[in-house]
C-alpha cells in the first residue's frame, strides 16, 4: 500500500473543521477534509433554528445556512472534502488511515486538525432499548434531513438547549410533543427555548425522569416518575402518556478516540475527558491539533471561532504566517470566543446555582421549575414594559451573550450596550414603528409587539409553525402557561424575507391581556 | 410515520424518485436514495432486528451511523447500517436474528 501525502488534514467537516480548513486554505496551505457522513456539515445542516450571539458570531442566521455558507467559502478556496471517508486511526508521525469505499487509505499530513465532534450520552431506564426509543440527534436527522416524522407522540428526556431545541422543531415537523422531563431541579437551557415550547401548552416535569418505556416490539407508552435529591423514585408519582417515541437529549461526550489512540494528552474538564490544548488548539503533539465539540462540548458558534484559531496556529506551524501575525489573528478571534462565554450558561458557570442577573435581579424560578416567567415575575424585566400605543415586549429574562434585537431596531427602542450579556432594556420614550425587526431577529422569540389600546390589544407574535393562521380567523389567546386566557382573532399575519421563515401573526385581545396573552391557537370549531 | 411534506422552515419537501424494495419478501415503496431506515418507519417498520441471546428487538437510535442497532441483512449482507445506507431499486432487506436470518440461527 503506498502512503499519500497530504500538507494539511482536517478530520470532521462539521463548523470547527471546515472553519479551519478556511482559514488554513485562505493562506494557501492544501486542506484535505475527511468525513465519515454521506453530507458534511457536521450537524449545522440539522439545525432550523436562529443562532444565538452577535452579528460576528453569524447570530439570527439559521443553522443550516451557514452550514452553507462555511461549505461555498470551503469549495471556492480549493479544499478537497472528501465525504463517505471514515478515518480508522491516527498514528506517530502524524500518519493515518482512511477508509474510503471500503479501501484503507494510508495517508501522511504534515498538520493535522481533529475537529471530530462529540456523540450524544444516554440514560438507562427498563424499556430504553426498544425501538421507539431514539437519541434526539436521530430526531433532528430524521425531520430535518430525511423529511420524515421521528414518531407522532412524543416525550422528550432532557431540557438542555438540545432538548428544548429539538422539541421545538419537532413541533414544526408537525410532531405531538407530550411532555419534556428531567432529572435535575431546574431547566438546564435558556429559559427562551423553554418558553416558546411552555407557551405552546407542552408541561415540564423537573426533577422527573423515564421509570420504563413500554411496549412489546416498540414503544408504546411511557411511564415517569418524580425523584428525590438522591435521583431515587418517589413512589407514587408515576404519571403515563401514550407515546409512540421517547426522545433522550441527556448531554454529549467529545469523540476523543483518534486522539487518544495517537497519544495526545488528556484532562478531566467540565466540558468532558478532553485533550489538553493550548487556546489555539496546539495539543501536547506538535502538528496535531483539536478544535470544537471534541475539545470541550460548547455551541456550533464557539466550534467556528476555535476551528479559524486552530487554523491560524497549523498557518503559523507550517511556516505560512509569522508567529507576530498569528498571535494577531488569535487575540481578535479569541476576544470574540470570550464573548460566547460569557454569561449565565458560560462554561464557569456550569452546575452553578445563580440567584440573580447580572443587573441584580431576581431569576424567574418559574422559568427553572416549569419553563414559563410567572405573570407576577416578568414586570421586573428591563424589557417589558407597558404603555399606551404600539412597543415591543422582550421577555428575555436570563444573561445570554446575544444581542440581535438590538441592531434589529433603527428608532432606538432596544438597548443592551456593549455588554452582549446584558439583557434588553426597552426606553418608553422612543418610537415604535411597528416593523416588526426585532420579534424576527430574537433567536429566543421572547419579543412581542405590544399595541395598548383603550378597549382592546393587538399582539404581535413570531409563529414558525404550518399552518399559519389566517386575517379574521379566531381562536384563543394562550398565557404563557399555555393554558387559555381569552378569546382572540387574527388580524394580520406578516410574512417577508427579511423575516426569514419567521411569521409575524397579529391577534386582538381585549385590554386587559396585554401583559398575559402570548401565544394563540386557532379554534376547534373554526374551520 | 409520515413524511413530512410543507415545513415552516424548510418549505415544501419535494418527493424523491419512488423505487421499489422488499423487506422480509414484502414489497415496499421508498425515495431513491434516502436511508433504507427512513423508507421502513414511513412503511411502519420499526424493528429492524432481535438479539441473538434474549430475543430482544432493536431499531434505529442515532440515526447517524454510529450506534449500529439498526442494522439489518441488505442484498444478503448481514450488518448493514440502514440508517445511512441509500435505497436502491430493487433492494432485498430483510430482519436480523443475532447476525443471521431467521432459522439460520443455531
Known amino acids: ?527 | 410515520m409520515e413524511r413530512i411534506k410543507e415545513h415552516p422552515i424548510l418549505g415544501t419537501c419535494e418527493p424523491g424518485k419512488i423505487v421499489h424494495f422488499t423487506c422480509d419478501g414484502k414489497t415496499l415503496e421508498g425515495y431513491e436514495g434516502e436511508p433504507i431506515a427512513s423508507a421502513l418507519r414511513v412503511n411502519g417498520i420499526m424493528v429492524h432486528r432481535y438479539t441473538s441471546k434474549r430475543h430482544e428487538p432493536r431499531g434505529v437510535f442515532c440515526a447517524i451511523g454510529r450506534c449500529t442497532d439498526c442494522v439489518m441483512i441488505v442484498d444478503g449482507v448481514p450488518n448493514v447500517r440502514t440508517c445511512i445506507t441509500p435505497l436502491k431499486e430493487g433492494m432485498k432487506v430483510e430482519t436480523q436474528y443475532g447476525v443471521s436470518r431467521k432459522g439460520d440461527v443455531k
Request: glycine fraction near 10%; aromatic fraction near 6%; include cysteine.
Open chain 1, 1 to 527: 500500500m503506498s502512503m499519500e501525502y497530504k500538507e494539511m488534514v482536517v478530520i470532521g467537516a462539521g463548523p470547527a473543521g471546515l472553519s479551519a480548513a478556511i482559514e488554513a486554505a485562505s493562506k494557501g496551505i492544501k486542506v484535505t477534509v475527511y468525513d465519515e457522513n454521506a453530507r458534511p456539515g457536521g450537524q449545522l445542516f440539522k439545525q432550523i433554528h436562529k443562532f444565538f450571539g452577535s452579528k460576528e458570531h453569524k447570530a439570527k442566521i439559521r443553522g443550516f445556512k451557514i452550514g452553507e455558507e462555511l461549505l461555498n467559502e470551503a469549495t471556492k478556496l480549493g479544499v478537497d472534502v472528501v465525504l463517505n471517508a471514515t478515518v480508522m486511526g491516527l498514528f506517530a508521525q502524524k500518519e493515518l488511515t482512511v477508509l474510503i469505499n471500503n479501501e484503507v487509505h494510508h495517508v501522511k499530513a504534515d498538520a493535522i486538525l481533529v475537529a471530530t465532534g462529540a456523540s450524544e450520552n444516554m440514560v438507562n431506564f427498563r424499556g430504553w432499548t426498544l425501538p421507539g426509543v431514539i437519541g434526539a440527534g436521530a430526531a433532528q436527522t430524521m425531520m430535518n434531513l430525511h423529511h420524515i416524522k421521528p414518531g407522532n407522540k412524543i416525550l422528550m428526556v432532557g431540557t438542555g438547549n438540545v432538548g428544548l431545541v429539538v422539541s421545538f422543531q419537532l413541533l414544526q415537523a408537525g410532531c405531538e410533543v407530550v411532555a419534556l422531563v428531567d432529572a435535575a431541579p431546574a431547566i438546564g437551557g435558556y429559559g427562551v427555548h423553554a418558553s416558546k415550547l411552555a407557551r405552546t401548552g407542552i408541561p415540564f416535569y423537573l426533577s422527573h425522569t423515564v421509570k420504563v418505556a413500554e411496549g412489546e416490539d416498540h414503544v408504546t407508552g411511557v411511564t415517569i416518575a418524580e425523584v428525590d435529591s438522591h435521583f431515587k423514585f418517589i413512589p407514587g408519582t408515576e404519571k403515563h402518556f401514550d407515546v409512540d417515541t421517547i426522545c433522550v437529549a441527556v448531554g454529549l461526550s467529545p469523540m476523543t478516540q483518534l486522539l487518544k489512540m495517537d497519544g495526545v494528552k488528556m484532562e478531566d474538564t467540565r466540558g468532558g475527558y478532553v485533550p489538553a490544548c493550548k487556546k489555539d488548539g496546539s495539543t501536547s503533539i506538535p502538528g496535531v491539533f483539536a478544535a470544537g465539540d471534541v475539545a470541550g462540548i460548547e455551541e456550533a458558534s464557539s466550534a467556528m471561532i476555535e476551528g479559524r484559531m486552530a487554523g491560524a496556529a497549523i498557518c503559523e506551524y507550517l511556516g505560512y504566517e509569522d508567529h507576530e501575525e498569528k498571535e494577531s489573528r488569535e487575540e481578535t478571534l479569541f476576544g470574540s470566543l470570550e464573548n460566547l462565554r460569557e454569561g449565565m450558561f458560560a462554561p464557569k458557570n456550569r452546575g452553578k446555582k445563580i440567584e440573580k442577573t447580572e443587573e441584580g435581579i431576581d431569576i424567574s424560578q418559574n422559568l427553572l421549575r416549569h419553563g414559563f416567567i410567572g405573570d407576577d415575575e416578568v414586570e421586573r424585566f428591563p424589557g417589558v414594559i407597558s404603555k399606551k400605543g404600539i412597543h415591543p415586549v422582550i421577555e428575555c429574562s436570563q444573561n445570554i451573550p446575544c444581542n440581535p434585537c438590538q441592531s434589529a431596531c433603527h428608532k432606538g427602542c432596544i438597548a443592551i450596550g456593549d455588554h452582549m450579556t446584558s439583557l434588553p432594556v426597552v426606553d418608553p420614550e422612543s418610537e415604535c414603528i411597528n416593523c416588526g425587526m426585532c420579534v424576527a431577529s430574537c433567536p429566543g422569540q421572547a419579543i412581542f409587539l405590544v399595541d395598548e389600546e383603550e378597549d382592546h390589544t393587538l399582539i404581535t407574535m413570531p409563529y414558525e409553525f404550518y399552518p399559519l393562521p389566517v386575517v379574521g380567523e379566531k381562536g384563543m389567546a394562550l398565557g404563557r402557561d399555555g393554558h387559555e386566557v381569552c378569546e382572540a382573532e387574527i388580524t394580520n399575519v406578516r410574512t417577508s424575507k427579511a423575516y426569514d421563515h419567521t411569521a409575524l401573526v397579529t391577534m386582538k385581545v381585549p385590554a386587559k391581556y396585554a401583559m398575559t396573552a402570548r401565544f394563540y391557537k386557532k379554534g376547534e370549531d373554526v374551520l
